[in-house]
C-alpha cells in the first residue's frame, strides 16, 4: 500500500469549521493562544465574532465554553491535547460532563505530534483519564474523511465530546463517502469468515495497521483492520465480531498502554470469554524518547514493519 | 420541615427579608441536624446575600427557568449548599419536604448543588470553577444583546485557587459589566483564618488591579445589601465586584467565627440552643417591626 498523503487532519478540522460556521452563527471556537497551532488563523480573520480568545489559560477556556454551551452556544475549545486534558481535566469533569454541557473539546496535536518537544507536549494519557470520567464522548479520527465528518457530526452532537488528532498529513483510508457515525468502527479490510489477526486500531495508527496487514497478506494471512475511532461510545459488537474470527488480536494506539484503547479491548474481550493471544501495541511506561511522530512510532514498533512482525510472532 | 408558602415576586421590604433570613437559618439548622451533615459556617455566612439576590435582585423563579434570557446564578462554593437549597425551596422550585434527603442514598440533594435539582444552574463543589462558567454566561449574553445579568458567589479561602484569577482577567477583559461576583469575606476556611492558611490581602487593590468595579457591604445587612445591588452595574464595562463582609456561622453566637463549625453538626442540645436564639432573634424582628408574625412564613 502506498497512500499519498493528504492533508493534516487539523487542517480538514479548521476548514470544515469555518464551512459550517457561515451557516450557523451560534459556533464558537475558544482558543488558548492557540489559533495558530490550531490553523483557525483564516477562521478568525473571516468569523472574527465567532472566535474567542482565552489566553493560555486552559482551566478557563473549559470552564467558559461550559458556561457558553449552558447559553446555547455551539462551542469548540481548542488546545493542544496535552494541557487540555491535563491542565484542565477537573473542568472537563465538572464544569462539561457532570453538568452535561455539549462542549465539543478538541485535542490538536494530540499524542505524539509534538513528539521533538518532549513529555510535557504530549498527550498519552488523555483517552485513559477521559474514559475514567463519565458522559463524555470520545472520538480519535484516522484520516480526513474521518476527521470530517466527526466535526461535523460534533456540531449537533447532544453530549460533551471530546476530539484528538495530530498535525502530520495522513494518507486517506477511506472512500469519501464512507458512512461515520459516533460509536460505530469502520473496517477497512475485506470481510472473511477467518482473520490471521484483527487490528483494532484509533487514530493516527491506523492507517500503519492498514499497511502491516497489506504486509501479512503476502505472506497468505489475512488480516482484518478496525478503525475503531470511537472510544466512547464503544463498538463492542464490532471487537467481539473481530475478535472472534480471528486467531489474535491486536490493538494499536498512539497513547500510553495503560488505560488506552487497548485496555478496553482487552477487558472486552476477557469479560466475554475471548480467550486468544493479544498484543497491546502504544508507548510503553516510561518517559518515551524525543523524535518526531514517526521516528516515536518506529521505535516502539508502530509501523508497517514492526507491526507485522509483533503479528508473526503472537500467530 | 417548616412549611413554606411560596412567593415568587421580588420585594423591596427589608423588614420581610429579614424575617426570611431567620426563616432561612433555621431551615439550614434543621436540614443539616437532621441529615447529621453538612456545612454549617458557610450556609449561615452566605444566606444573607442569597435572600437578597433572589428575592430582591434577580429574575430567576421556577416559571422562568427555561428562558434564555432569565438572570443567572453559579453557587461557586458549592459545599454551602444548605443556604441555596432553603432559598431555592423558598422559592418554589421544589418542595421543601424533598430536603429531608438531603445527601440521603439516591437523593437529589447531595452535599453539593447539581443540575439534578431544580433552580440549579450549575453542578459546583470543586473550588475555583463557578467564575470561569458565569464569565461564559456572561458572554453568551453580551453577544446576543441580552440585558440579564449572571451572579455568582464565591467563599474567600477558595480565591487561592489559581482558576479565579484566569476568570478574573477574562472578565475584565471581555468587559463584562453583566457579571456580578460576590465574595463571602468570613475571614475563615476549614484550617483557620485566610491570611494564615493562605495570605489573600489586599484583595480591593488585587480585585481592582484585576479590571473590577469594587464595592464593600456588611454581607448581613439586608439594608446596605439591597441598596448595593440597585446600582448595579457600578461602572459601564467593568465586571462587578462585592466584597461581603460576613461572619462565618451568623446568626448562631456559639458557632459564630469559628472554623470548627466549617462542618460540624450541631448536637440535639446545640441544635436546641441555635433555634432558641433564632426564636429570639425572630421575637426581636417582630417587636421592631410591630407586626403579629413574619410575613408568609
Known amino acids: ?111 505524539v505530534s509534538y513528539g521533538a518537544l518532549g513529555n510535557t507536549h504530549h498527550s498519552l494519557h488523555d483517552l485513559a483519564a477521559l474514559q475514567a470520567i463519565p458522559n463524555i464522548d470520545i472520538v480519535v479520527p484516522a484520516d480526513n474523511v474521518e476527521t470530517r465528518a466527526a466535526i461535523l457530526a460534533a456540531l449537533e452532537h447532544p453530549r460533551p465530546l471530546y476530539i484528538r488528532f495530530g498535525k502530520r498529513p495522513m494518507p486517506t483510508l477511506h472512500a469519501p463517502e464512507t458512512r461515520f457515525e459516533i460509536g460505530k468502527a469502520i473496517r477497512l479490510t475485506p470481510e472473511r469468515d477467518r482473520y490471521a489477526v484483527a487490528f483494532i486500531a484509533c487514530g493516527e495508527t491506523v492507517v500503519h495497521a492498514v499497511a502491516a496487514s497489506e504486509l501479512l497478506r503476502q505472506d497468505g494471512l489475512d488480516c482484518c483492520v478496525l ?43 476477557m469479560q466475554t470469554g475471548i480467550f486468544c493471544p493479544l498484543h497491546i501495541v502504544g508507548i510503553p511506561d516510561e518517559h518515551t524518547v524525543t523524535g518526531s511522530q514517526s521516528e516515536i512510532f518506529q521505535h516502539y514498533g508502530i509501523s508497517p514493519e514492526g507491526l507485522a512482525q509483533t503479528a508473526r510472532q503472537l500467530l | 420541615m417548616t412549611e413554606l408558602k411560596t412567593f415568587t415576586t421580588l420585594t423591596d421590604d427589608t423588614g420581610f427579608l429579614q424575617a426570611r433570613s431567620i426563616l432561612y437559618r433555621r431551615m439550614i439548622l434543621s436540614m443539616i441536624y437532621h441529615a ?79 443540575r439534578s435539582v431544580p433552580g440549579v444552574e450549575q453542578n459546583t463543589g470543586a473550588l475555583g470553577h463557578g467564575l470561569s462558567v458565569a464569565v461564559g454566561m456572561a458572554l453568551a449574553a453580551k453577544m446576543d444583546g441580552r440585558r440579564h445579568r449572571v451572579f455568582t458567589l464565591m467563599g474567600d479561602g477558595e480565591l487561592a485557587e489559581g482558576s479565579v484569577w484566569e476568570a478574573s482577567m477574562s472578565a475584565a477583559h471581555y468587559r463584562l459589566d453583566n457579571l456580578v ?45 439591597v441598596s448595593l445591588f440597585d446600582a448595579l452595574p457600578f461602572e459601564p464595562g ?29 448536637t440535639a442540645n446545640e441544635y436546641a440552643a441555635a433555634l432558641q436564639e433564632l426564636a429570639d432573634a425572630e421575637e426581636a424582628w417582630k417587636r421592631r417591626y410591630e407586626r403579629d408574625e413574619p410575613a408568609a412564613c
Open chain 1, 1 to 111: 500500500m502506498n497512500l499519498p498523503p493528504a492533508k493534516a487532519n487539523l487542517d480538514v478540522f479548521a476548514e470544515t469549521l469555518g464551512a459550517l460556521a457561515a451557516q450557523n452563527r451560534d459556533l464558537l471556537v475558544l482558543t488558548s493562544d492557540s489559533r495558530g497551532s490550531g490553523k483557525l488563523g483564516p477562521f478568525g480573520q473571516q468569523f472574527p465574532d465567532q472566535l474567542i480568545e482565552m489566553g493560555i489559560a486552559e482551566q478557563n477556556l473549559v470552564g467558559v465554553a461550559a458556561g457558553l454551551a449552558a447559553a446555547g452556544k455551539k462551542v469548540f475549545a481548542v488546545s493542544p491535547a496535552c494541557f487540555l486534558t491535563a491542565r484542565a481535566l477537573e473542568q472537563i469533569k465538572n464544569d462539561v460532563a457532570y453538568s452535561d454541557r455539549p462542549v465539543k473539546l478538541i485535542g490538536i496535536s494530540a499524542g
Open chain 1, 227 to 269: 478503525s475503531l475511532h470511537s472510544l466512547r461510545p464503544f463498538d463492542k459488537a464490532a471487537v467481539i465480531e473481530a475478535a472472534h474470527r480471528a486467531e489474535a488480536v491486536m490493538t494499536v494506539e498512539e497513547h500510553s498502554v495503560n488505560g488506552g484503547l487497548g485496555s478496553r479491548v482487552a477487558a472486552l474481550l
Open chain 2, 36 to 114: 447529621q451533615a453538612g456545612h454549617t459556617g458557610g450556609s449561615l455566612s452566605c444566606v444573607d446575600i442569597l435572600n437578597v439576590l433572589y428575592n430582591h435582585v434577580m429574575d430567576i423563579t421556577p416559571g422562568n427557568f427555561a428562558r434564555i434570557d432569565r438572570d443567572r446564578y453559579i453557587h461557586s462554593k458549592g459545599h454551602s449548599v444548605e443556604a441555596l437549597y432553603a432559598v431555592l425551596a423558598d422559592r418554589g422550585f421544589f418542595p421543601p419536604a424533598a430536603l429531608e434527603t438531603l445527601e440521603k442514598f439516591g437523593s437529589d440533594f447531595s452535599g453539593h448543588p447539581t
Open chain 2, 181 to 225: 461576583v460576590i465574595v463571602d469575606r468570613n475571614t475563615l476556611q476549614i484550617s483557620g483564618r485566610t491570611e494564615n492558611v493562605m495570605a489573600l490581602e489586599p484583595l480591593t487593590e488585587k480585585f481592582a488591579a484585576f479590571g473590577y468595579a469594587v464595592r464593600h457591604v456588611d454581607g448581613h445587612d439586608i439594608a446596605a445589601l
Open chain 2, 238 to 266: 467593568k465586571p462587578n465586584l462585592v466584597l461581603a463582609r460576613t461572619v462565618k456561622g451568623k446568626g448562631v453566637s456559639f458557632i459564630e467565627d469559628n472554623a470548627a463549625w466549617h462542618h460540624h453538626v450541631p
